[in-house]
């Protein structure tokens, strides 16, 4: 570090002139104390203000092509309403503006009528909270976070985690109170979800006071806008939603539905925070909330409320449990299917031997996971084990469950499917709709079959939550958006990371220090870009700053600003576009090692420079392929093109050449590729396109250079993947694939 020439030698000296760069909202403490119930050690909250975090984000330059003010309205080309980010929602439009076009997504929507005040800007608060373990197997650490966002930002910027979209703005205090294993444990719970309400709400109240009298704030470019906060979301696991709620367990969030009523093939009437707090006046008229605890916690039992009188939705205006609890694509998706539907599906298959050998003998493709070991003893499985297992499931168990439950399995998966594209249309809810329906009606081969074990009844709370996926999408738009997988990597980052880094001891503090540390960093790394870019007060005005806008919505200036750090996600495209690389070569590059070309203006295929079977006669091609009529095919193809009858992308028929004909082309040899990687344009992000597959036609006994100890599948009777392609270049492209029409494949 000395011969840097720095003009500090030790952390300590960096971390002093850190301390002296600008920083973001600060951090403060505050002891909490319930009364009649001492804690072994003093709760102390740790907090910033929430409405400094909000500003913060609201005015951060990095968004400032990628923030929405208003709400927007999409449609296909049949007219028809679509939904994407949040702003095309409904509950934007409910709240931000006083008319409304009237659509079909209303029909899956309660909203109450409360506009905000003309000309406001709506400021979509996203929150997220969840306790996550520090320490593994010793210590028993554990951390409570809450992170805010705002829905305004682009989901795309929101999700990836280099754009620093989540604030962590509390640390949520953990309590143990003295003597509490002798107490009623419905007691300690009321007690310590109070305390749990009543740090939240001690964190939010600088947004409920904007939600209700308005705040102006400078947006990214320096306008002045008059803004209201409005909790839009709260993206939580079941356990933490009920909690929120005010609810006990085997009971909806978001509904008045539980117990026996978790299973029904419809959604039970939305849970308004109005009418949980008449309940619980009704009850404090029976029994004081505090003097006469344990009658108020028997009594609000008996509503399946859990006793807490002043939640987080109180005298916030424009907030409701029954939608600002979305649903959660990563526990109530991808962890529900693994917990219930597998589950359900190995029992019918005969157990777990049989669905692992099951597994393990589909084919493998590349890009995909192949479960060499099966899927039942997978250990810490994640949501990225589940939704692998979804890809295969079908094919794993078709011909060994009944039609019924093949009918329950596929149902589900169509639904859940549709449910995650980033952009969500009317027929697509009604889809999910009809697929819902149909997984009900279905559903008591579970039980008449035993598929449940002992149980005889759907009493599961998540099977309820469900009906909530066309409520979610067509209030906040793509459920994609807003699933936990988000927030949980956060916590990775902004907490156990931020962990690492201290002594353990007296960690909360020594984390935010850090947190605020990285934040002052991130204020420099962009102050000194835009100062070295030059101009930058020119560029970020905002005539010139919108008009400078590319056809992705996205500003030059900003993506090549020279910062350290990753502040504008990657700098780099996610993958090789090979649309740029066959551009580039009709434009005039001639090389003879590129090997890209059209397969359709939607489709690029790619082959690698030299053939791994070099060049070779056809037919030596015959018969290690074992393609019997692979040189009448060929030409078939040079004899049509001679008569110049047209072919619609590649040969694959059966129209012959007269035997009048003869052979009318010699020969001599064919360069043979064994794999082809064919990449298409995205549908869902104009300007981008999707990650190529690649697709192998490897001859049997082929053999591929493999290290010694390689756990590469070998193919010893060949590897061929099917892939369809649409052979008939003249019908025009509807935006969606599917198998129906005239083209032969």
Not at 163 to 168: D, E, G, S
Not at 177 to 193: A, K, L, Q
Not at 647 to 656: A, D, F, Y
Request: with cysteine; proline share 6%.
């Amino acid at each position: 570090m000395k011969s840097l020439g720095l003009s500090y030698t030790t952390a300590e000296a960096a971390n002093q002139r850190i301390d002296l760069l600008p920083s973001g909202p600060t951090w403060k403490t505050e002891v909490i104390e319930m009364e009649g119930f001492p804690t072994t050690e003093p709760t102390v909250l740790l907090y910033r203000d929430s409405g400094e975090c909000v500003e913060y984000l609201f005015n951060n330059p990095i968004f400032a092509d990628r923030m929405s003010y208003a709400p927007v309205q999409h449609f296909d080309v049949d007219g028809k309403r679509v939904v994407r980010e949040a702003a095309s929602g409904m509950q934007a439009w409910q709240t931000q503006v006083s008319h409304l076009i009237f659509s079909f997504l209303w029909k899956v929507l309660i909203l109450k009528k409360d506009h905000l005040p003309e000309g406001a800007t709506r400021v979509g608060v996203g929150l997220a909270s969840d306790a996550t373990h520090l320490t593994n197997g010793t210590g028993d650490l554990e951390a409570h976070p809450l992170f805010i966002t705002l829905d305004n930002i682009d989901p795309e910027a929101r999700r990836n985690q280099s754009n620093h979209a989540h604030l962590m703005t509390a640390l949520l205090p953990k309590v143990k109170f003295i003597g509490e294993d002798d107490m009623d444990p419905n007691i300690v719970r009321t007690v310590r979800d109070r305390l749990f309400h009543h740090c939240i709400r001690i964190v939010l109240a600088p947004l409920r006071r904007i939600a209700r009298h308005g705040k102006l704030m400078s947006d990214p470019l320096g306008r002045l806008r008059m803004c209201y906060t409005v909790l839009s979301m709260y993206t939580v696991d079941y356990p933490e939603a009920i909690r929120l709620a005010g609810v006990i367990g085997f009971t909806s969030p978001v509904t008045l539905a539980h117990n026996e009523q978790l299973g029904d093939p419809f959604r039970h009437p939305p849970r308004f925070f109005s009418d949980t707090k008449k309940v619980i006046e009704e009850i404090s008229l029976e029994a004081d909330p505090v003097n006469e605890l344990p009658k108020f916690v028997e009594l609000a039992l008996k509503h399946r409320l859990t006793g807490v009188t002043k939640l987080i939705w109180d005298n916030w205006p424009h907030s409701e449990p029954a939608y600002a609890l979305t649903f959660d694509a990563l526990h109530s998706g991808h962890k529900y299917f693994n917990d219930h539907p597998f589950s359900w599906s190995v029992i019918a298959i005969g157990g777990k031997v049989k669905m692992d050998s099951r597994f393990k003998a589909l084919h493998p493709r590349k890009g995909y996971r192949y479960f060499r070991k099966g899927v039942t003893g997978l250990k810490k499985s994640g949501g990225r084990d589940h939704r692998d297992m979804q890809r295969y499931i079908l094919a794993a168990v078709d011909g060994a469950v009944p039609p019924k439950l093949m009918a329950v399995l596929r149902s589900h998966l169509d639904y859940f499917y549709i449910a995650q594209s980033p952009e969500v249309s009317e027929d697509d809810i009604t889809d999910i709709l009809q697929l819902l329906q149909e997984f009900h009606d279905n559903k008591h081969i579970i039980i008449d079959n035993g598929y449940r074990g002992k149980k005889k009844h759907f009493r599961i709370p998540k099977l309820a939550l469900q009906h909530d996926i066309p409520t979610t999408i067509a209030a906040h738009g793509a459920i994609i958006n807003i699933s936990t997988d988000i927030s949980e990597r956060e916590h990775i980052d902004a907490v156990k990371n931020m962990f690492r880094q201290t002594n353990k001891k007296d960690y909360e503090p020594q984390m935010v220090q850090g947190l605020g540390r990285r934040e002052r960093l991130r204020h420099f790394d962009l102050a000194t870009a835009l100062h070295k870019a030059g101009d930058a007060e020119l560029h970020m005005d905002p005539d010139r700053f919108e008009s400078a806008l590319n056809e992705s919505g996205r500003n030059p200036f900003l993506d090549h600003l020279g910062t350290v750090q990753n502040l504008r996600s990657a700098k780099r495209d996610e993958h090789i576009n090979y649309f740029q690389i066959m551009k580039a070569v009709e434009s005039g590059i001639k090389d003879q090692r590129i090997r890209t070309f059209a397969g359709t203006s939607f489709t690029a295929i790619h082959l690698n420079r030299d053939p791994p079977l070099g060049i070779i006669s056809v037919g030596e091609a015959a018969r290690r392929f074992r393609l019997d009529d692979l040189e009448e095919s060929i030409q078939e193809f040079y004899y049509r093109c001679q008569l110049g009858i047209p072919h619609e992308g590649p040969i694959i028929s059966q129209h012959r050449i007269p035997d009048s004909m003869g052979s009318v082309q010699e020969i001599t040899g064919i360069r043979v590729w064994i794999s082809l990687k064919v990449q298409t344009k995205s549908l869902l992000r104009p300007g981008k396109v999707n990650r190529a597959a690649t697709i192998f036609a490897e001859p049997p006994q082929f053999e591929r250079n493999r290290p010694v100890h390689s756990k590469e599948v070998e193919f010893k009777g060949g590897r061929y993947d099917c892939a369809l392609f649409i052979n008939d270049m003249n019908i025009p492209f509807h935006g969606r694939a599917n198998l129906k029409g005239e083209s032969r494949l």
